[in-house]
């Protein structure tokens, strides 16, 4: 058989599905069908197609296994190009998919058009219909490829993630010695319990735990804290909502942990079954038999994905909700309360942190006693300080965030930041060009690198930089003030 090197790589996912294959034919074959199964493929096939915009004013056209957009200047001409190529499907489009692009340095990019199955078309990402959108500058984060990928690597989910380790089960093949997660939810929770996906910290992981450390069948709060808003609105419902929802149902709050997921879904092929009737036997159930779920699970548009229709597992009697009609990004400024697991008071208010402040500053430092090398609070704090121009204990922290985390763009940049802010303008330039070399999508990245050449009088160079910065992100104000306040004739 002639295969091709590419179709060896997008096939290695399931090579370790095949580990299972020889014995367990049936469930293999079951869960390759499935959306999980399919969670993630490697150079898939968008259909062409062309989209305009009207909240940002861009133009995106899909083909040729690419993802373009410009804009339309004076006298009609194409200008703010940029044009990535669709490396990576997120999702198996059961409801959607949403393109990513591999930078040259590695980094994944969402990119900003995403495939609706229901609609039948393309419309933006969630969260990406605003005037002020991210584009194709959003790094897919590894908690996104937490419940998406079977590992850092984007591939589709496998057994593992729901069995563990298999090593000794393959070593001498019998019941006993491989987790098998028939009495509890959490193995699904991992990925299913989220309480919201936007604007606030729905949760923390524990200190010193990496994102891929999770291991099925250890309690799920010794990985990581939920949080909740104090005061969820009662309708609010999202894209990642079975098992945030599934709680509030009367079902599952009074059958003393009963009712789990595999109580009404075969976990290999997935499929839903008629498993009410194992608790509800009333004149009603019987004169139905079939068909509760219709009734009782309401399919519904998301909140945070409105070309999205998903099942509420809050079983209610008669469901009563209203479809959102556009996107809501108001950020949430209340309070957060534990959700699911039981928070410390220290974590708890880490959660809370909204604006960088002397107070937060403490926080982060009494957390790093706890954990020194967690990264995402090293970063945290690192910028905390360059707000409290403490620059010189800033650039300590996030040298030793990127000592952890080279490939750290936020890290990198704030770096910079914290050098340039200590009057070393030659060194904030050089890391403002690591920064840059880094990670070239990032618009913020160009601007700096433009104010530190500004600094230094390198007016053509800082012209340059703005410039990309503006092309990058055409809404970045402040890129096209500082390009226009440089001397005239650069
Ligand atoms: C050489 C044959 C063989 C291979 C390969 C194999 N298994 Fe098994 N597995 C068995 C046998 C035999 C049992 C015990 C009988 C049963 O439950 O089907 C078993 C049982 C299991 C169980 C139930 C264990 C329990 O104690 O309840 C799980 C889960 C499992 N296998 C998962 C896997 C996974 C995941 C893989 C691939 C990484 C795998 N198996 C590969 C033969 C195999
Ligand atoms: C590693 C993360 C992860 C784990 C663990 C996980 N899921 Fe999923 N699940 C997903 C993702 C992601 C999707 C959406 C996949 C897609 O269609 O692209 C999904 C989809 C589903 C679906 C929709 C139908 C389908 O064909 O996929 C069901 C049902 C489901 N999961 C049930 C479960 C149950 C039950 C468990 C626990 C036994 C579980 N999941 C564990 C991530 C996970
Ligand atoms: C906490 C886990 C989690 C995170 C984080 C997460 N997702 Fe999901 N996502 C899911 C689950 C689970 C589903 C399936 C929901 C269902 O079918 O009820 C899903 C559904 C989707 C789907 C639709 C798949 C389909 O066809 O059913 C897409 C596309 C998607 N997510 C993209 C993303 C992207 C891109 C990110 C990161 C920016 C992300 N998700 C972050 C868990 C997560
Ligand atoms: C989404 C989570 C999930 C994934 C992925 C998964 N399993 Fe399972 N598996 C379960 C759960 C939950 C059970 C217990 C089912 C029960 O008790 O009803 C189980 C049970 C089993 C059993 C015991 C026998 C049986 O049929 O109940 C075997 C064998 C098994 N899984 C093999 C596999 C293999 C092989 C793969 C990969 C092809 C796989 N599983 C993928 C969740 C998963
Ligand atoms: C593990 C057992 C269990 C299963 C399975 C189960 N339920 Fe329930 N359900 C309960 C319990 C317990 C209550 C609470 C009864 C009470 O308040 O007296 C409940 C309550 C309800 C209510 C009333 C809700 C309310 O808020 O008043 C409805 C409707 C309902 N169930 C429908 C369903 C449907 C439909 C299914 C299948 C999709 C289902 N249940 C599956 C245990 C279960
Ligand atoms: C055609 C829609 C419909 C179907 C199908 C349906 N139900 Fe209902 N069910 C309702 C409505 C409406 C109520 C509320 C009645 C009330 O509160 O007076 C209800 C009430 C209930 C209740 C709470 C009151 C009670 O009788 O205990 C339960 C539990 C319930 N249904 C379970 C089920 C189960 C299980 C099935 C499938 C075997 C099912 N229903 C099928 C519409 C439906
Ligand atoms: C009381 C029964 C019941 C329980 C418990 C349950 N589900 Fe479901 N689930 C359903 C039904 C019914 C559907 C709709 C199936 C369909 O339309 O084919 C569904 C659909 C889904 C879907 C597909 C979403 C969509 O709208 O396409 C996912 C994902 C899912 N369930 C995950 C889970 C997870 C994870 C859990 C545990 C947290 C869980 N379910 C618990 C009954 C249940």
Redesign the pocket.
């Known amino acids: 058989m002639n295969v091709t090197l590419c179709s060896a790589l997008a096939f290695s996912s399931s090579l370790l599905a095949n580990d299972c294959r020889p014995c367990h034919a049936a469930i293999a074959d079951a869960f390759a069908k499935t959306g999980m199964g399919r969670s993630i493929t490697e150079r898939p096939s968008a259909l062409p197609s062309k989209f305009y915009h009207r909240l940002s004013n861009r133009h995106y056209t899909i083909a040729d296994g690419k993802m373009r957009r410009h804009q339309i200047g004076a006298g009609g001409t194409e200008i703010n190009v940029i044009e990535k190529t669709i490396d990576v499907a997120i999702g198996s489009g059961n409801h959607s998919i949403t393109y990513a692009s591999r930078t040259p340095t590695g980094l994944l990019l969402e990119l900003p058009v995403s495939w609706y199955s229901q609609e039948n078309a393309y419309f933006m990402s969630p969260g990406y219909d605003r005037p002020d959108h991210l584009d194709m500058r959003r790094e897919v984060v590894d908690s996104c490829l937490f419940c998406h990928s079977d590992s850092e690597k984007p591939a589709a989910i496998t057994c593992r993630r729901c069995h563990g380790d298999a090593t000794a089960h393959l070593a001498k093949p019998g019941p006993g010695n491989i987790y098998n997660p028939k009495q509890s939810s959490e193995v699904c929770f991992q990925c299913h319990l989220e309480t919201e996906s936007m604007g606030v910290v729905d949760s923390m992981r524990k200190p010193g735990r990496d994102v891929f450390s999770y291991k099925p069948g250890e309690p799920l709060a010794d990985y990581k804290l939920y949080f909740d808003r104090s005061d969820p609105p009662a309708g609010r419902f999202e894209v990642n909502h079975t098992a945030y929802r599934l709680m509030q149902s009367a079902c599952y709050q009074k059958s003393n942990g009963k009712l789990g997921c595999v109580t009404c879904h075969d976990p290999h092929s997935a499929r839903a079954r008629e498993a009410?009737?194992s608790c509800?036997q009333?004149e009603?159930?019987r004169a139905?038999?079939?068909?509760?779920a219709?009734?009782?699970m309401a399919k519904r548009k998301a909140q945070d994905a409105i070309h999205i229709r998903m099942t509420d597992h809050w079983i209610q009697?008669?469901p009563k909700f209203a479809d959102p009609v556009k996107e809501s990004h108001e950020p949430y400024s209340g309070t957060l309360i534990p959700f699911y697991t039981k928070a410390d008071q220290l974590s708890l208010a880490i959660a809370n942190t909204r604006v960088p402040t002397a107070a937060s500053a403490s926080l982060y430092e009494e957390y790093l006693e706890r954990a020194p090398n967690d990264v995402p609070t090293l970063i945290a704090l690192g910028k905390t300080l360059i707000r409290l121009d403490r620059d010189r204990d800033a650039e300590a922290r996030l040298r030793k965030a990127l000592s952890l985390a080279p490939k750290d763009t936020a890290a990198r940049l704030a770096l910079a930041v914290s050098i340039g802010k200590q009057g070393n303008v030659a060194g904030a330039l050089k890391e403002m060009k690591d920064a840059v070399a880094a990670a070239p999508d990032d618009s913020y990245s160009w601007l700096n690198l433009g104010f530190t050449h500004r600094e230094l009088k390198q007016f053509s160079e800082a012209a340059a930089a703005f410039r990309e910065a503006i092309r990058l992100q055409p809404d970045l104000a402040v890129a096209r003030m500082a390009l226009a306040s440089l001397p005239a004739g650069k």
């Not at 139905?288 to 509760?292: A, M, Q």
């Open positions: 009410c009737g509800h009333s009603h159930t139905k038999v079939t068909g509760c219709g009734c009782h009697r008669e």
